[in-house]
């Protein structure tokens, strides 16, 4: 059990952003009370066809250094690119593991709740749907590796703001290319003109509808164009997550209950996990990344340090302004949700508490998991239509 006495005993096990909520230094920090029970780690698969995939194409990638010192996979298929990741780039290997690690072709976000909380407790709640799918490099038994419909695309994601109505229809869509030196495209809709704007690549760096994450903070805290960055491997050990939240899948939490609001204590300090919840210890890749030299210039975070799980590459963030000044805490309470062909998996875009804590600002961002069971065919086949949620063209028939 570690407390606010006892933790400086145990920080060699804990990522930088958990020790700085324990340390007190900035605003946001945990209660004399909070705790972290430590308890035995969560079994976990990676997804069969995944697995299968993985042993199929992986001997044929290579890691290839573009000229502005960025990398890529050349001859990336499908699976894991580097499934025993080593020097030379060890660092760059883990990043495109992170950003190829298993994602289900689609998964569909019914209602997510976006708890804004500033320093005096205040709430300001912002509801989203929306859809991610996996497009190109898919690893599912009854699916292409590559769309049909949209063959050059890896990956889009289409957030709708639901609530407030005064923000009712305001759309994000970003869509990542199979070719990783690609630029992403990133859209938005505007209800007030009533049509999509393409926003410039720069725009990465804007808040995500206002939350304290930027677009590159999405997809569970990674959400970069991973051919602009360098990784600098800095650690290999064990580091304290949780990936087992009860209670367990498909019993709802929900956020909104007054009484949930209090047990995780939402406006009186950083949202912490009852004392009941158990935390363990996982095999970890520790990596600095930074931008490429070239492309630095006005970009938003000096470093993004990673912490990246050794099998399945969730994970949790430090965030460091350009003068490596503490920015930013990025972190996952995961539970398990099944992808629908009898496998489970963790942490792509929906089955986790997503906390983003500006610490500059004393402001953070609290989301809760999607409600709804809608991963792959469970998710309703109005989402499978390319066309209309992962393409600009679809952004046009919003307010119809």
């Known amino acids: 059990?570690?407390?606010?006495?006892?933790?400086?005993?145990?920080?060699?096990?804990?990522?930088?952003?958990?020790?700085?909520?324990?340390?007190?230094?900035?605003?946001?920090?945990?209660?004399?009370?909070?705790?972290?029970?430590?308890?035995?780690?969560?079994?976990?698969?990676?997804?069969?066809?995944?697995?299968?995939?993985?042993?199929?194409?992986?001997?044929?990638?290579?890691?290839?250094?573009?000229?502005?010192?960025?990398?890529?996979?050349?001859?990336?298929?499908?699976?894991?690119?580097?499934?025993?990741?080593?020097?030379?780039?060890?660092?760059?290997?883990?990043?495109?593991?992170?950003?190829?690690?298993?994602?289900?072709?689609?998964?569909?976000?019914?209602?997510?709740?976006?708890?804004?909380?500033?320093?005096?407790?205040?709430?300001?709640q912002q509801d989203i749907m929306g859809s991610t799918q996996r497009l190109g490099h898919v690893s599912e038994p009854d699916e292409p590796i590559y769309n049909k419909t949209e063959p050059d695309l890896d990956f889009s994601q289409y957030v709708e703001v639901i609530k407030p109505e005064q923000s009712k229809y305001t759309v994000s869509l970003t869509r990542f290319y199979t070719d990783p030196t690609r630029e992403e495209d990133i859209w938005s809709f505007v209800p007030s003109l009533r049509r999509p704007l393409r926003l410039s690549?720069?725009?990465?760096?804007?808040?995500?509808?206002?939350?304290?994450?930027?677009?590159?903070?999405?997809?569970?805290?990674?959400?970069?164009?991973?051919?602009?960055?360098n990784g600098h491997a800095i650690a290999h050990k064990k580091i304290l997550v949780m990936n087992n939240f009860q209670p367990a899948w498909p019993a709802r939490v929900d956020f909104t209950d007054p009484a949930m609001l209090k047990l995780w204590h939402v406006t009186s300090g950083v949202p912490w996990p009852p004392n009941s919840q158990r935390w363990e210890l996982r095999d970890t890749y520790v990596v600095d990344t930074t931008r490429v030299p070239s492309k630095r210039a006005g970009y938003c975070y000096g470093n993004r340090r990673v912490y990246a799980d050794s099998l399945d590459w969730t994970l949790s963030e430090d965030l460091f302004d350009m003068n490596m000044k503490p920015w930013k805490a990025i972190f996952l309470l995961n539970r398990l949700h099944p992808n629908g062909y009898g496998d489970t998996f963790l942490g792509d875009s929906?089955?986790?508490?997503?906390?983003?804590?500006?610490?500059?600002?004393?402001?953070?961002?609290?989301?809760?998991?999607?409600?709804?069971?809608?991963?792959?065919?469970?998710?309703?086949?109005?989402?499978?239509?390319?066309?209309?949620?992962?393409?600009?063209?679809?952004?046009?028939?919003?307010?119809?």
């Open 1 to 124: 059990m570690i407390t606010a006495q006892n933790w400086q005993r145990y920080k060699d096990y804990m990522p930088e952003w958990m020790q700085w909520l324990f340390s007190g230094q900035f605003y946001f920090k945990l209660g004399p009370n909070d705790q972290i029970v430590v308890g035995p780690p969560t079994p976990k698969a990676l997804p069969k066809t995944y697995v299968a995939n993985t042993e199929r194409y992986s001997g044929q990638v290579k890691l290839k250094v573009l000229d502005d010192g960025g990398t890529l996979p050349e001859n990336y298929t499908a699976g894991l690119p580097f499934p025993n990741p080593t020097e030379p780039h060890l660092g760059d290997k883990i990043l495109w593991n992170v950003w190829y690690r298993y994602a289900p072709r689609i998964e569909q976000q019914d209602v997510v709740q976006e708890l804004l909380v500033d320093k005096y407790g205040q709430i300001f």
């Open 201 to 229: 690549a720069s725009s990465r760096c804007s808040p995500s509808l206002g939350a304290d994450l930027d677009i590159d903070d999405q997809k569970g805290g990674y959400n970069l164009h991973t051919a602009d960055f």
């Open 350 to 400: 929906s089955n986790y508490v997503f906390e983003a804590i500006d610490l500059q600002n004393s402001h953070l961002s609290f989301i809760n998991e999607f409600l709804g069971e809608h991963v792959n065919h469970a998710a309703d086949p109005s989402w499978y239509n390319v066309a209309r949620y992962a393409s600009p063209t679809g952004l046009l028939e919003i307010m119809k």
